[in-house]
């Protein structure tokens, strides 16, 4: 319960940060009305909207009315379709997190065996493999992996659609996007954590006890090295919910990411704060979640009998 | 498996040696030494004589970067030359070890139950019930209070010394023929430490043990022999009470006389000077000559082999003052 109060309370400090930052912004980008009103409009449209959104009062007194609104949870309309700017964001997030989870799992049984089998036996030729794919691999942006896989597989081979929503296996390309982007950060650390645990004295206890290599590797290594690679699980799931842009930009997915993007370029100011905030809660529930992850699989941070 | 016989492990011309910029360079310099049954050897040296090597390379479980040659008989099987698939069987079964370090030794995610009777069942066919009526026993014997509640704890649920002493029971519960304590009391309380000497000196069944310390009154305290190590060699060996009353080597003679003596009025700390040669050093002669107030010529010309259980051109008599 500490945890999630400590939790609690970052989530305030950040949101008190994010809309800070927004608002400044918001402000800083010239006069908001005019930005708001759009290209050409009218004097008398402008002076509307000043007068409708309170730009007429002083910053503090705005600033003020603005935190006030966030606090209720409304972030306005939208621009562009008027909708209520959170109801409208809430649509899209269905599909972000679908997309998500598929990104996390295909990375994860992709990914983890890959660093098991890198790390389990570091020979050089392993090595090899593994600075291969990790040096290869983060050196491709994400839009480049997603470009060339549309090009092969939809232009060239025509089996996998490139567009969401034309198709049964329409989530394929950008699910193999993500992992491809992901994979090599996790196979990284896998391998580096089950490396380590062959150095720790516990595996040689085990070893002076008569473990053959499986068991060392299953009862051993296994359950300590999943544990240090669970955060970093948790932070490829957190990124995804909120920097998955490219990636659902690039295949029309109808995400968080491509509303995001899409208000950006609309300057759509209430639908890109809804996003935002959206956005930092969700990274607040995946950190409670992670840290209860972490105290039913670790022992020594459950809080239990001493 | 193992045919009867009266040693537990005999070990000829071990040497143990790393790869060094220079090529390999040996921490175990060649020794011969033979455990009987049911003895109780000490193994005394300082930091770096390669007493921990030795104790690893017995069970076969030596870091992979090392290259260990000569012979460690455990009945017919020579641990240096086994499969691994053989070795495997001995381990943890006919030999086992204690470590210094507790806490890091044991398993963090998995408790002490499932670590013992992961041990107890690989070693013999018998069913989960069971395993866990013999981990119950043997925590019970090497005297740990509340046994079924601390079953189902984690390590770091316990302090230190019911730490070492559920290594103890890890390393009695296949009732071994020889336990290697590598240091168990140096990462302990002083209180701690008597209460886990006592278990190794009464505790420990029927196995033979070699402890491993850099204490020769630890040594002494536990142990009914003690072979003194330097530098990679034994340099001297004997029943503990011939090796207090009457060391002959000039290093054991350093070693007892730098025991602090409480009885005196103002103790002095009488250390040895100087430093044991690193592991790629050249010394053509003793290696201990260099900070030996007996050395001469012949020290530093020719190195002393090992007669009479001891290692050394100048044996000095009487006591050590």
Request: hydrophobic share 50%; net charge neutral.
């Amino acid at each position: 319960m500490k945890a999630v109060g400590s939790r609690l309370l970052q989530l305030v400090v950040l949101l008190g940060i994010i809309s800070t930052t927004l608002f400044l912004l918001l402000r800083l980008s010239g006069d908001p009305a005019i930005l708001l009103a759009g290209e050409g409009a009218s004097p008398e449209t402008i002076d509307a909207i000043r007068a409708d959104y309170g730009f007429d009062k002083s910053l503090f007194q705005q600033y003020l009315m603005f935190l006030w609104d966030i606090a209720r949870l409304d972030f306005g309309k939208s621009l562009v379709n008027s909708q209520p700017a959170l109801g409208f964001v809430l649509q899209y997030l269905p599909s972000t997190l679908h997309l998500t989870f598929l990104a996390v799992f295909f990375n994860s049984i992709i990914a983890i065996p890959a660093g098991v089998w890198l790390g389990a036996k570091p020979t050089q030729r392993r090595r090899k493999v593994l600075s291969t794919i990790v040096s290869v691999a983060q050196g491709t942006p994400a839009y480049v992996i997603g470009l060339l896989l549309i090009q092969i597989f939809s232009v060239w081979l025509g089996w996998l659609p490139s567009i969401a929503g034309t198709g049964t296996w329409a989530w394929v390309l950008p699910t193999a996007t993500l992992s491809f982007a992901l994979a090599p950060n996790l196979i990284r650390v896998v391998a580096a954590s089950v490396e380590d645990t062959t150095r720790q004295d516990y595996y040689r206890t085990a070893k002076a006890n008569g473990a053959a290599p499986n068991v060392l590797l299953i009862k051993h290594s296994l359950p300590n090295a999943l544990l240090s690679t669970t955060s970093l699980l948790g932070a490829q799931f957190a990124f995804l919910l909120s920097g998955a842009l490219i990636t659902e930009y690039i295949f029309a997915w109808p995400g968080l990411g491509l509303i995001l993007v899409q208000s950006i370029t609309n300057l759509d100011f209430p639908t890109i704060q809804a996003t935002v905030f959206v956005v930092a809660y969700l990274v607040f529930i995946v950190n409670l979640i992670m840290d209860q992850v972490f105290r039913l699989a670790d022992p020594r941070l459950r809080r239990s009998q001493l | 498996m193992i045919n009867t016989v009266s040693n537990a492990i005999e070990i000829k011309n071990l040497v143990v040696s790393f790869p060094t910029p220079a090529g390999y360079s040996a921490v175990v310099r060649g020794i011969n030494l033979t455990i009987n049954l049911g003895d109780r050897v000490a193994i005394v040296g300082e930091s770096g004589s390669g007493k921990t090597m030795m104790g690893l390379s017995m069970l076969g479980i030596q870091p992979t970067s090392a290259q260990v040659e000569g012979e460690i008989l455990i009945g017919d099987v020579n641990m240096v030359t086994a499969a691994d698939a053989v070795a495997r069987k001995l381990r943890g079964n006919y030999i086992s070890m204690v470590f210094q370090e507790p806490l890091t030794s044991l398993n963090p995610v998995r408790t002490i139950s499932s670590q013992l009777s992961e041990s107890v069942r690989r070693h013999n066919s018998i069913s989960k019930k069971e395993a866990e009526a013999r981990v119950l026993a043997v925590l019970t014997a090497v005297g740990i209070p509340a046994p079924e509640e601390r079953m189902k704890s984690y390590p770091h649920q316990l302090s230190g010394g019911l730490r070492q002493r559920v290594m103890i029971a890890l390393a009695l519960i296949n009732k071994p023929q020889l336990v290697v304590a590598d240091e168990p009391t140096t990462a302990l309380d002083a209180t701690i430490q008597a209460q886990i000497l006592d278990l190794l000196r009464s505790g420990m069944g029927d196995a033979a043990l070699m402890l491993i310390t850099h204490d020769l009154a630890v040594a002494a305290d536990v142990c009914n022999r003690i072979v003194v190590m330097y530098a990679g060699n034994i340099v001297e060996q004997g029943p503990v009470a011939e090796i207090l009353s009457n060391p002959k080597h000039p290093y054991t003679r350093g070693l007892l006389s730098a025991i602090p003596k409480f009885d005196q009025a103002r103790p002095a700390l009488n250390p040895i000077p100087g430093a044991p040669p690193t592991i790629s050093e050249v010394v053509p002669g003793c290696r201990f000559a260099s900070r030996c107030s007996y050395a001469d010529a012949q020290c530093t010309a020719s190195e002393p082999e090992f007669i009479n259980n001891i290692a050394c051109f100048h044996p000095v008599t009487g006591a050590v003052k």
